[in-house]
């Protein structure tokens, strides 16, 4: 499989992420916009959303959105689950991952925020936008997960949410947000001691460029 994305972006790191977890292996290409663009032109060429990450399979299907493709991941390689059992604790798990991924995440991406430069925005009034918006959606995180049973986001063994959380709270931390969240932090922290999430802590150069 090739896992075409870039160092920084935190989506790219959710799918490594899982990857890492479920110990399969994967040939990086990283995709770089020049500067003062969003959207890289080798990226384009394979979505038409210019976005990344872009799973190729080994049969040489694309596949993009990275929790469609860590969905796809847990439905080929079930073992170690990203999922919990139960039908409701399942629906719990998607819906913190997609608090992030599609509701959180997207307000603070480069292309929100070269959008927001566009409209005249002053860069003062960007910071104060994106720390607001980061320090809002962790909060709700942090209700969310106010009766789950840990260490991690949801029991005793990483998943899916824990796969959003981690590049999430990094992203938080970049931007100077002042992270207050008790069950959040330890949930990262859980994470952390493992060899998988480590290695996003800080994401190095990809050899294998287009």
Known sequence: MRLHGHPRSSATWRVRIALALKNLPVELVEHCAPAGEV???????INPQGQVPVLETS??????????????????WPTPPLLPPGPVLRAQVRAFSH??????????????????????????????WTRSAL???????????SGAEGPFCFGSNPGM????????????????????FPRLLAAEAACMTLPAF?????????????
């Open 161 to 180: 949410a824990d796969i959003c959380l981690v590049p999430q709270l990094a992203l938080a931390r970049q931007h100077g947000v002042s992270l207050t």
């Open 135 to 145: 320090a809002e959606g962790l909060d709700a995180c942090e209700t969310l997960l």
């Open 99 to 128: 608090a992030i991924a599609a509701d959180l995440h997207p307000l603070v991406t480069t292309r929100a925020l070269t959008r927001l430069r566009r409209l005249e925005m002053t860069e003062a009034s960007l910071r104060l």
């Open 198 to 210: 480590q290695s996003i802590s800080l994401p190095e150069l990809w050899s294998n460029s287009p």
């Open 59 to 76: 049969s040489g299907q694309r596949l993009t959105q990275s929790l469609a493709v860590i969905e796809w991941l847990e439905e080929m």
């Open 39 to 45: 959207r890289a032109t080798s990226i384009l060429r």
